[in-house]
């Protein structure tokens, strides 16, 4: 099994709804990370979690809140976005020593009206 | 910080060569990584280098210079299914178990019959 999984693929929310984008992995990866990237634009690193622990905030606006239950799972809960955050929201894998290349799912495509 | 640049955009022809160059400044470089991204679809992983020197994998290689930050992506007999963005992703060690991989600005190859 070499997917990661990511749901809902498309999210529509307005600016005052709290939702939720969930991500799983089953290759035994213990790096998990949030991309976002905006239309033809490379993907911009948001958080990176380290053995279930967060390692890197990119500064990212706390209306974001990344949450890693398990070696699994990775979500990120949405709260009081704003338009301008619409964008797919990728979500990625990797094994902590060797090459350490990032596997990514799908992605869940963010429209904030 | 991190500056990694690509040329935004490329054009060339079915069958042909073309080189893809990726130049890069960074701290704690930890590996050099391609990705390839069609429209609407994550990022899939092409090639890594750690090491000076070229990788070869099929009808792609990839090429690394520490000491000139650059590296370059080669496609040889392109075929129009490789129209595609690539992305030049620089992994850094960040600290503890963790690295950060931040991705360049990416170029648009098109592949016209």
């Known amino acids: 099994d070499t997917e990661v999984t990511q749901t809902p693929k498309h999210l529509v929310m307005g600016m005052t709804n709290k939702k939720s984008l969930k991500c799983e992995q089953h290759?035994?990866?213990?790096?998990m990370y949030w991309y976002k990237q905006k239309a033809k634009k490379p993907p911009e690193l948001m958080f990176v979690y380290s053995y279930e622990k967060l390692s890197i905030n990119e500064s990212v606006p706390s209306r974001f809140s990344p949450e890693c239950p398990n070696s699994s799972l990775l979500n990120l809960h949405l709260h009081a976005l704003q338009p301008e955050d619409s964008a797919l929201y990728l979500c990625?894998?990797?094994?902590?020593?060797?090459?350490?290349?990032?596997?990514f799912g799908e992605g869940s495509r963010l429209t904030v009206l | 910080g991190q500056n990694i640049d690509q040329p935004t955009e490329m054009t060339a022809t079915e069958g042909a060569i073309v080189q893809i160059n990726c130049t890069y400044q960074t701290s704690g470089f930890n590996g050099l990584f391609w990705y390839q991204q069609h429209a609407g679809e994550a990022p899939t992983f092409l090639s890594y280098?750690?090491?000076?020197g070229l990788e070869e994998k099929g009808r792609f290689s990839s090429f690394l210079s520490r000491s000139k930050g650059y590296s370059y992506l080669l496609l040889k007999e392109l075929q129009m299914k490789d129209s595609a963005s690539y992305l030049c992703a620089v992994r850094s060690f960040y600290g503890g178990a963790t690295n950060k991989l931040i991705f360049g600005t990416g170029t648009l190859l098109a592949v016209q019959p």
């Open positions: 280098n750690v090491l000076d």
């Open positions: 990625a894998s990797s094994q902590q020593g060797g090459s350490g290349e990032l596997f």
């Open positions: 290759m035994g990866h213990r790096a």
